[in-house]
């Protein structure tokens, strides 16, 4: 697995956060994978998984991600990608269990973050109010996540609602990779939901 211009290449994601998701209420979106993703090995070839190396994101007021979130929002809520989920393109659903939450016990979570608007911290005593966001799980140029499902899925699970409708725009840095039948049956039994 080299991270080298010639291998990697871009894929993004848009959720649409809108208002009045309330706490513990999630939205979530699904990037399909199957055109990089083969984890069954062909004869002579090998098995190929996706190995995300880097993810970044932003909250922005538009759905084409050029402006910032609002900056009077004050909603807090954690986000992420899961791999294979199949959780599909919902708002203000609940979801249930480990596998369906970024969190650093999930296995299956890629990327993960916690994200407190530009107004969250509003009459907190010698708090100055800005946004504030905290990685807690993430992919590097070393040690990628390597996908074998077919799909990974961003989820944002909210905490306080926002005012304004706004997106989460991820853009996963990535390459396709050949794998032996042992590390993909490894990496299928990790991504099982």
């Given amino acids: 697995m080299?991270?080298?211009?010639?291998?990697?290449?871009?894929?993004?994601?848009?959720?649409?956060?809108p208002t009045g998701t309330?706490?513990?209420?999630?939205?979530t979106a699904q990037l399909d994978l199957s055109a990089y993703?083969?984890?069954?090995?062909?004869?002579r070839s090998k098995g190929t998984g996706l190995a995300v190396y880097k993810?970044?994101?932003?909250v922005s007021g538009t759905a084409e991600g050029?402006?910032?979130m609002n900056k009077s929002d004050s909603?807090?809520?954690r986000a992420g990608l899961i791999a294979g989920a199949g959780l599909g393109n919902t708002t203000g659903v609940t979801l249930s269990g480990e596998a369906n939450s970024p969190s650093p016990q999930n296995s299956l979570s890629?990327?993960?973050f916690d994200h407190?608007?530009?107004?969250a911290f509003t009459g907190v005593a010698g708090v100055q109010p800005s946004p504030l966001n905290k990685e807690f799980i993430k992919p590097s140029k070393d040690v990628p996540y390597v996908i074998v499902r077919d799909n990974v899925c961003a989820v944002a699970t909210m905490e306080v609602a926002i005012q304004t409708e706004s997106y989460l725009h991820f853009r996963l840095e990535c390459a396709q990779v050949t794998l032996d039948q042992a590390t993909i049956n490894q990496l299928l039994r990790t991504q099982t939901v």
């Fill in 37 to 43: 993703i083969d984890p069954i090995a062909r004869g």
């Fill in 110 to 112: 890629v990327y993960g």
């Fill in 22 to 27: 309330t706490a513990n209420k999630s939205n």
């Fill in 75 to 77: 909603g807090i809520f």
């Fill in 116 to 119: 407190y608007g530009p107004d």
């Fill in 66 to 68: 050029y402006l910032p």
């Fill in 55 to 58: 993810v970044q994101y932003a």
């Fill in 2 to 17: 080299a991270y080298n211009i010639k291998d990697v290449f871009y894929l993004d994601l848009t959720m649409t956060m």
